[in-house]
């Protein structure tokens, strides 16, 4: 990446078919549709050249350009789908703006299902990628797991077998993981090596362009975040 600041879009997906919680993204919380919460913590954050919504729905549209987002065009339904993959629509939504002359360095996820993400969340993510922009190319919001990989079981119709591969040949011996203290469940080693989900409460990414852009890059590091909320986080403030 150049030594110039990078520009960054923020891209906001909000499709309207939710099938679980139908109209999600527009659901009033505290007097607002849950959507203008990310829209206020990004755009207050004054990290982002462009706030965009990618929506495949005119009123949810309307709602965010209320908000000061900018729309400038929706999403094809094929892209809007509960199977639809992220690369999908966010290559989609960078080719479509690449088109109309508007060109970025990197581009950022925020989701609606995250409001207590604050503007500072925003900007210490965004500090941390530019100080490793010249060794990662993405940044991941994650949280420390609560229960090792290793000690989990999956269903298969009324019986169970071990999430993780269970032979661990590095102890001289095939003990399964689901017998093995902490310190020797695989990941689990001196490197501080650990399984890290991705968090959601204050769900925060960057990514570097590429010719070809992915969500997520190929070296990617990490910003640990409370695996909940704090309760006293303070609501954005809107114009």
Partial sequence: MDSKTPTVVALIPARAGSKRVPGKNIRRLKG???IAYTIAAATQSQVFSAVIVSTDSEEVAEIARYY???VPFLRPPEYATDKSPDIEWIDYTLRHLSNLGRDFDCFSILRPTSPCRQPQTIQRAWQAFLAQADQVDSLRAVEKCQ???GKMWV???SLMKPLLE???FELGNCQVNHNLQPP???FSNPKGQQPWPKGHATRTTFNQLTTQPANLGQKAT???Q???PQPSTPQPSFS
């Fill in 147 to 149: 229960q090792h990989p």
């Fill in 184 to 186: 020797n469940l695989p």
């Fill in 68 to 70: 000061s987002a900018d």
């Fill in 222 to 224: 990490l910003r640990e």
């Fill in 155 to 157: 269903l298969n119709g």
């Fill in 32 to 34: 607002h549709p849950l």
């Fill in 226 to 228: 409370p695996s909940t």
């Fill in 166 to 168: 269970q032979n661990t």
